[in-house]
């Protein structure tokens, strides 16, 4: 961050309130260059902070920005989801999208509600529609139809140029931060594919089915079902995202905007459940080549 607090913050704001002009004025152009502006102030000064990875110590990080925001101009009812949210992290589940529905805020004066807005905003008068509405993740909608196959089928020849000529001590071996080793990563992409199969015949299979919730993350490390060597876990992964492939490129395009009730992410469309996994791959793309380097 500058080391002008108040002139960075006074600079940020001013990126929003020029940009929120600049779109009343027709110059759009203009306004998504500022508005990416303070986006990338934001990241920059967020990156270098070490946020405990500690569950105990990140709990008490999260209900210390709680009690910090509850003394600022932050609605009530996003308070209390941010409290009931933290209080299931705690006891080690998953908030729900009972628990914490999507936030919608007024693009023109930020008017925050948990509830899909179906009038004016209360505060300026806005039309409900211009409202923006916060997805949990960017992955929803990364990625169109086309891409998104594209994405799929491409990423698997990736991870194998990736992994290629490394020995089982390279493949095994844990940073030194204790985090995931590339065999972990690999299982991690494995799993995720296999949620993603399971998800589309389901989309084939039954109107608006019910997507349950996975902490498909934390199951990384669980070696209870340990396959034999990586390249089995590779192989398994690369022979499902193949039939996975030969389901959806069969799909005539109407049936991506089939609708399924995901249990923590309210209700999303096919199109929106395949660009989260094929974008979510990506990120882990530069986990396994800074592991391997």
């Known amino acids: 961050m500058a080391a002008n607090n108040s002139n960075w913050k006074d600079t940020l704001v001013h990126l929003f309130a020029l940009a929120t002009r600049l779109e009343g004025e ?132 990736v991870v194998e140029k990736l992994i290629e000529g490394l020995s089982d001590e390279t493949l095994n071996r844990i940073p030194p931060d204790g985090g995931w080793a590339i065999r972990n990563t690999l299982g991690h992409l494995r799993d995720a594919q296999g949620v993603l199969d399971f998800r589309v015949n389901l989309f084939l299979k039954e109107l608006h089915p019910v997507l349950e919730s996975k902490a498909v993350f934390a199951w990384a490390k669980n070696e209870t079902e340990r396959p034999p060597s990586v390249h089995d876990i590779f192989e398994a992964y690369r022979t499902s995202r193949a039939e996975t492939l030969r389901k959806l490129e069969s799909l005539p395009l109407s049936d991506w905007w089939r609708t399924g009730k995901h249990e923590e992410f309210g209700t999303i469309t096919l199109r929106q459940q395949v660009s989260y996994f094929a974008a979510h791959e990506s990120t882990h793309l530069s986990q396994i080549r800074a592991l391997r380097d």
């Open 26 to 157: 027709g110059q759009y152009n203009l306004a998504k260059l500022t508005r990416a502006a303070a986006d990338s102030l934001c990241r920059q000064s967020a990156y270098p902070i070490e946020i405990p990875a500690d569950k105990d110590k990140l709990t008490a990080d999260i209900r210390q920005t709680i009690e910090t925001l509850s003394h600022l101009d932050v609605s009530a009812e996003l308070l209390s989801a941010m409290k009931q949210s933290v209080d299931t992290f705690a006891q080690g589940g998953l908030p729900l999208i009972t628990t914490a529905p999507h936030p919608y805020v007024c693009r023109i004066c930020g008017h925050l509600t948990l509830t899909p807005p179906t009038g004016p905003c209360p505060a300026c008068g806005a039309w409900a529609e211009t409202f923006q509405i916060f997805m949990p993740n960017y992955w929803f909608d990364a990625l169109e139809p086309p891409a998104a196959l594209e994405c799929l089928r491409q990423t698997p020849f």
